[in-house]
């Protein structure tokens, strides 16, 4: 082997650049941070034996920490927040308790939490619920996905799909508390054809005290037999 080959050999190959389309990837992650406007809420953990995790954050300035974690989690109490926190950590632990907490777990379900981005208390708990019952619901589907046992399968299949339920219900009443109090307005347009235009005018032009069933039978109502039949 030539001094040449031997360069050309140990030379490392020329790292491809990205493509358009992953360019665009990497612009559209950006603009969605910049919308949020604020770096997630993350955590380092230390373990001692015989005492209780200490939950440090990081990527914040020490005298801010408690701000950002109290806007992540949408309320002005630091209690609240903190314990918050807690249940989170505890409900998204799904080892044994001699198993240490994940730390990677915790800032991924942190960061769900800032993904819903609760508003006030309220949903700062329903976000807390959300995650668990999704975590939950996950690690027992993924049970069923590897057990034998068909009565291991039945019980742990049939509570994740109540507990995938409960978290459309969640989802539902989350919709439903952030739409409290907005107008809606809702502009139907009716479509009436000639034929069922007579059948109307032929209504009026009988009785407007008769019974509607001559419109009923030809899948019409119009607004004046609605008002004269109290329908």
Same mark, same amino acid.
Request: charged share 25%; net charge positive; glycine share 6%.
């Given at each position: 082997?030539?001094?040449?080959?031997?360069? &050309?050999?140990?030379? /490392?190959? &020329?790292?491809?650049? /990205?493509?358009?389309? &992953?360019?665009? &990837? #990497?612009?559209?992650?950006?603009?969605?941070? +910049?919308?949020?406007?604020?770096?997630?809420? @993350?955590?380092?953990?230390?373990?001692?034996?015989? +005492? /209780?995790? @200490?939950?440090?954050?990081?990527?914040?300035? /020490?005298?801010?920490?408690?701000?950002? $974690? $109290?806007n992540t989690l949408g309320t002005t109490s630091v209690d609240l927040a903190d314990r918050l926190v807690s249940q989170i950590l505890n409900a998204t632990h799904l080892q044994p308790s001699s198993e240490p907490i994940s730390e990677s777990t915790l800032n991924a379900a942190l960061g769900a939490v800032a993904g819903i981005a609760p508003r006030d208390e309220t949903e700062a708990m329903?976000?807390?619920? $959300?995650? =668990?019952?999704?975590?939950?619901?996950?690690? %027992?589907?993924?049970?069923?996905?590897?057990?034998?046992?068909?009565?291991?399968?039945?019980?742990?299949?049939?509570?994740?799909?109540?507990? %995938?339920?409960?978290?459309?219900?969640?989802?539902?009443? %989350? +919709?439903?508390? @952030?739409?409290?109090?907005?107008?809606?307005?809702?502009?139907?347009? #009716?479509?009436?054809?000639?034929?069922?235009?007579?059948?109307? #005018?032929?209504?009026?032009?009988?009785?407007?005290?008769?019974?509607?069933?001559?419109?009923?039978?030809?899948?019409?109502?119009?607004?004046?037999?609605?008002? #004269?039949? =109290? %329908?």
């Open positions: 082997m030539t001094d040449r080959t031997k360069t &050309e050999a140990a030379a /490392p190959a &020329e790292k491809p650049e /990205p493509t358009d389309a &992953e360019r665009a &990837e #990497v612009r559209d992650y950006i603009a969605r941070v +910049k919308a949020r406007g604020r770096r997630p809420l @993350r955590f380092t953990m230390e373990h001692q034996p015989g +005492k /209780p995790v @200490r939950l440090d954050q990081i990527n914040v300035h /020490p005298d801010v920490a408690l701000f950002r $974690m $109290m329903l976000a807390a619920q $959300m995650v =668990g019952v999704h975590w939950i619901a996950m690690d %027992l589907l993924s049970q069923v996905g590897a057990t034998g046992n068909r009565i291991l399968f039945n019980d742990a299949g049939n509570l994740a799909v109540k507990l %995938l339920r409960t978290y459309t219900a969640q989802l539902e009443a %989350l +919709k439903r508390y @952030r739409s409290a109090g907005e107008q809606r307005v809702v502009v139907q347009h #009716v479509n009436v054809t000639a034929d069922q235009a007579a059948v109307q #005018v032929q209504c009026h032009q009988v009785s407007w005290l008769s019974s509607p069933d001559c419109v009923r039978s030809a899948g019409v109502l119009c607004f004046m037999c609605r008002y #004269v039949h =109290g %329908l």
